[in-house]
């Protein structure tokens, strides 16, 4: 369950969420869509814990966000959150399996562990032959799917993925959609995802429409 209570974020003059509330339920696949510049990246660094400078209440699986130290809170991401971006954010010189261990590292195992559970994870999402290629010899959707792996592999129980298909063809983007949705269902991991493509909202278990940093009244959106 993650709480997001009354959160409000200026950057100077600007007030980029305005007392944003919205409860999401463990195991959720929501979708957040509004135009550019409404809001959505600020809300995601919010929940990925990567900007604590906001006023109001953040509360994910219990634990109370806003209070805690740049340690704690660093902590505290490395366990419970994997992101997804729209570019991927891959290291060039790492082979795919080393991209999607590298959370991993973090954690103090050791290599063979490592390497094990990556080439687990590439596996499932389609990409056991990939393991030792490095992300310019892979497609845009192989490198979106080895970002999810990346994501997942630290069993996190949270997934942000901001435009996880913007940089897709369309036919890729859904694939990369169902695969998200799949892994949704099978490990039970919430999902919050920005889209601005209305038929990937559809596929999703809610949508949370903001609009000038302020979340839309269900029955507005559209
Ligand atoms: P979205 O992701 O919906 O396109 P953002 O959350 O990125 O919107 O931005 C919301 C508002 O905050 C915009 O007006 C944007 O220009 C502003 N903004 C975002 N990041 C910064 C920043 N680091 N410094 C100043 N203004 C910012
Ligand atoms: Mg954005």
């Not at 509330?21 to 550019?36: D, K, L, R």
């Not at 929940?47 to 219990?62: A, E, P, Q, T």
């Amino acid at each position: 369950m993650i709480e997001i209570s009354n959160i409000t974020k200026r950057y100077g003059d600007l007030c980029a969420l305005g007392g944003v509330s919205a409860p999401i339920s463990a195991g959720e696949f929501i979708a957040v869509v509004g135009n550019s510049g409404s809001g959505k990246s600020t809300l995601m660094n919010v929940l990925g814990i990567l900007d604590h400078d906001f006023s109001g209440s953040l509360r994910i699986f219990g634990v109370e966000v806003s209070t805690l130290s740049a340690s704690s809170a660093a902590r505290l991401r490395n366990e419970l959150i994997g992101f997804v971006f729209q570019s991927f954010h891959l290291l060039p010189r790492l082979t795919a399996w080393e991209n999607v261990a590298l959370p991993l590292f973090h954690r103090g195992l050791k290599r063979p562990e490592r390497k094990a559970r990556a080439i687990a994870m590439l596996d499932r999402v389609g990409l056991a032959d990939r393991v030792d290629h490095r992300p310019e010899q892979l497609s845009g959707g192989q490198r979106q799917r080895v970002a999810i792996a990346r994501a997942l592999v630290g069993e996190p129980r949270l997934i942000l993925a901001d435009e996880p298909t913007g940089n897709l063809d369309t036919a890729t983007g859904a694939q990369v959609m169902d695969l998200l949705r799949a892994l949704n269902r099978e490990l039970g991991v919430t999902v919050v995802m920005v889209t601005h493509d209305r038929d990937m909202a559809k596929l999703c278990d809610r949508v949370i429409e903001i609009r000038d940093g302020r979340v839309l009244p269900l029955g507005e959106a559209g």
